[in-house]
């Protein structure tokens, strides 16, 4: 249960209440009535802005209107106390027996807590990694790979249709390359001295078995044929090898997607120019002249009429290239093809992750995607990923002997484990940069937020098995959650444990916090959180032996205490699951 939504919907009965007594206007809207966390905890355990935003329409002032919101939330029996603060602002505290209540809740949902129906089934398509088919996976597609796979699981634990989607660019002068250093490798493979690779090809040993595979197939065919003949079959078997060790990639990190879409299948069925002739048609392409770009000068830049898309009409900086000076298309007019095609797949609301490098792409996929769905409603949010700074001690790591130049994700997830790795690109926002210290992620310390949360659910396994043993704990005893969540809650009394239920009740909030703002880092913060409230009560328990989990005088304490700690788990193995993250039962 959110318990924000809960008490807002107490709330708004008691609002509708005064309206009906006439306090209130009938016709006075209620949506921008919230209620919150206070900013202070100390003022209590929810807040709302009701008599704040109700004020003038009611025709009254804030504080006197917060006094009858007041009364009527007092005469509910639900709140210890309700408060009026500053201008108008009502605060309102929860009983301990709310709070010990919840712990059973959380027993009760079991890995079903903080799962909603939020979307209410809405679909939506999460576009991630999309990474050019030519190499292995590097560190850099890692974060968007992560983001991408945790968005879409929390999007679907609070009740949205999702489907996670890989855009393949197997179209254009990249794959191109890729052919070419292929054929070179084919060459190699006939036993040719190839030399140092040219300037311009991919030179990671990762090519050698597509040569092989060439080579093994066609014989010496290949090198009878113009380039002309042989690119389209080398770039066919090339780009199907590279896009197989993608998805191996991909599955190190436990990483899947239900649609894998290629770019040339749009050129291929005509859908780049049924989707331009869309836009032709409601007079959004026309044949006209840019400026020259910023920061190049009159020499630079040659002025030619040429097929231009009105980005500008929606919100973009300039005008944007259809063609090429060629007449090919440019990579805009695919991407809006594409766009369209999710659209017409009934992907209303689109997520797409990119690089740092696609950043100044946004403003004209979202001018297009508007005009081409004709929508009033935002259906693209655009998540950008910035850069991942790989270190070693603080000292930079740039290299890798498999790719040439760059750290491949399989290197990363083989050295540090796929848990440290998704967790780790989860723990700072999107847009930050993010520094991977091999080091640090590694280390058994509450610095390390990975290590620092999993130990938190292994301590509680550890507390849970000693809860049955005979001479730490009650042999026999059903520690069960449906056992468990029978206990006497009232034993729990202790401000560091009503502290720790009250940071587990907070978290189908966070999860539909996280949902709405596609923002699933902000769990990763949440959990750190958790296992803090979690260690501080272990900690007061070394100090206090009465506030032990286990106390072997005293066996309707130890069961309320193991429930709690078990619903702790909970909520943390749902959390750690929302990321991908294994809670494990044992440190080792």
Not at 203 to 216: F, N, R, W
Not at 443 to 469: K, M, W
Request: charged residues 25%.
């Amino acid at each position: 249960m959110n318990i924000f939504q809960h008490f807002l919907s107490v709330l708004l009965d008691q609002l509708h209440a005064l309206q009906a007594e006439g306090v209130l206007g009938s016709d006075i809207v209620l949506d921008k009535v919230a209620v919150e966390p206070p900013r202070d905890a100390s003022h209590g355990d929810l807040a709302t802005n009701a008599a704040m935003v109700l004020s003038k329409a009611a025709g009254m002032k804030p504080r006197d209107l917060a006094g009858k919101i007041s009364e009527k939330l007092t005469a509910t029996g639900q709140f210890s106390s309700v408060d009026i603060a500053g201008p108008g602002f009502i605060n309102m505290s929860l009983s301990d027996a709310f709070w010990q209540g919840q712990v059973s809740d959380v027993l009760k949902a079991g890995a079903g807590y903080g799962s909603s129906n939020l979307g209410q089934g809405a679909k939506v398509n999460v576009e991630y990694v999309s990474a050019n088919p030519t190499g292995p996976m590097h560190v850099g597609h890692t974060r968007g790979a992560v983001f991408g796979d945790a968005l879409a699981n929390l999007l679907e634990k609070t009740g949205h249709e999702v489907c996670r989607e890989y855009y393949i660019n197997d179209a254009g002068a990249q794959v191109d390359v890729l052919a070419r250093s292929a054929f070179l490798r084919y060459r190699e493979a006939l036993g040719q001295d190839i030399g140092a690779i040219p300037e311009g090809l991919y030179p990671g040993d990762y090519l050698v078995p597509v040569g092989q595979k060439l080579a093994a197939d066609h014989g010496e065919a290949l090198l009878e044929k113009s380039e002309a003949d042989w690119l389209p079959e080398v770039r066919a078997l090339s780009t199907s090898m590279m896009m197989d060790m993608i998805r191996d990639d991909l599955a190190a990190l436990g990483i899947t997607h239900d649609v894998f879409f290629s770019e040339t299948s749009l050129h291929e069925s005509g859908a780049v120019e049924e989707t331009l002739k869309l836009l032709d048609e409601k007079g959004l392409i026309y044949q006209g002249v840019l400026e020259p770009p910023k920061g190049k000068t009159v020499e630079d830049y040659e002025a030619r009429p040429q097929t231009l898309f009105k980005s500008t009409e929606f919100g973009d900086d300039v005008d944007r290239a259809l063609k090429k000076s060629d007449g090919s298309w440019t990579y805009f007019a695919p991407d809006i093809a594409y766009h369209f095609d999710k659209y017409n797949r009934g992907y209303t609301n689109q997520v797409d992750v990119w690089g740092a490098d696609h950043a100044g792409y946004i403003k004209r996929m979202s001018a297009a995607v508007r005009a081409v769905t004709g929508s009033n409603n935002d259906v693209l949010d655009v998540k950008i990923c910035q850069l991942v700074r790989l270190l070693r001690n603080g000292e930079p790591v740039k290299m890798s002997k498999r790719s040439g130049n760059f750290v491949t994700l399989r290197e990363v997830v083989e050295e540090v484990g796929r848990d440290v790795v998704r967790f780790m690109m989860l723990y700072r926002k999107n847009d930050a940069t993010l520094d991977f210290d091999f080091a640090k992620v590694t280390e058994q310390s509450r610095d390390n937020p990975v290590f620092y949360v999993q130990y938190a659910h292994a301590r509680i396994c550890s507390v849970l098995r000693n809860g049955t043993d005979e001479e730490k704990g009650f042999a026999g005893e059903d520690l069960s959650d449906a056992a468990l969540s029978g206990a006497d809650m009232s034993k729990l009394s202790d401000d560091a444990e009503l502290a720790l239920i009250k940071q587990m009740a907070a978290f189908p909030r966070v999860m539909e916090s996280a949902a709405d703002a596609h923002e699933p880092h902000r769990i990763a913060f949440y959990l750190y959180d958790l296992a803090g409230a979690f260690h501080s009560l272990w900690n007061k328990g070394k100090d206090h032996p009465d506030l032990r989990f286990i106390v072997k005088e005293d066996k309707g304490a130890t069961l309320a205490r193991l429930a709690l700690i078990r619903a702790a788990a909970c909520v943390l193995a749902a959390g750690l699951g929302v990321l991908g993250v294994e809670p494990i039962e044992e440190m080792r």
